[in-house]
Nanobody, 123 residues
Framework: QVQLVESGGGLVQAGGSLRLSCTASRLTFRNSAVGWFRQAPGKEREFVAAISGSVDNTYYADSVRGRFTISRDIAKNTVSLQMNSLTPDDTAVYYC????????????????WGQGTQVTVSS
């Protein structure tokens, strides 16, 4: 059974940084598109960033472009999300998701999801 586990969430002041990581068991990230989504209280889950399988194309939501960076470490089978210049609007539970396709999508149609990690940004 495929499992995704996120780590790295926490409490940070506005303007600060956090690095989230997602590790997988029974799934090789090299051949999978991987995305990060987030869900704030009372809001729908929204796309944040994604990296394609194989060729490392990346795509970001407008709200995080230029502040967040998604990357993959094939040797560690890990996908990370470096988050800089955080604002209170970034407060949410962040989810890692993977799909059995190398193609990026911003849609909520990934095959596998982690349990999420809380990110809280104080003003």
């Amino acid at each position: 059974q495929v499992q995704l586990v996120e780590s790295g969430g926490g409490l940070v002041q506005a303007g600060g940084s956090l690095r989230l990581s997602c590790t997988a068991s029974r799934l090789t990230f090299r051949n999978s598109a991987v995305g990060w989504f987030r869900q704030a209280p009372g809001k729908e889950r929204e796309f944040v960033a994604a990296i394609s399988g194989s060729v490392d194309n990346t795509y970001y939501a407008d709200s995080v472009r230029g502040r967040f960076t998604i990357s993959r470490d094939i040797a560690k089978n890990t996908v990370s999300l470096q988050m800089n210049s955080l604002t209170p609007d970034d407060t949410a539970v962040y989810y890692c998701a993977a799909r059995t396709s190398v193609i990026i999508t911003t849609l909520n149609i990934y095959n596998y999801w982690g349990q999420g990690t809380q990110v809280t940004v104080s003003s």
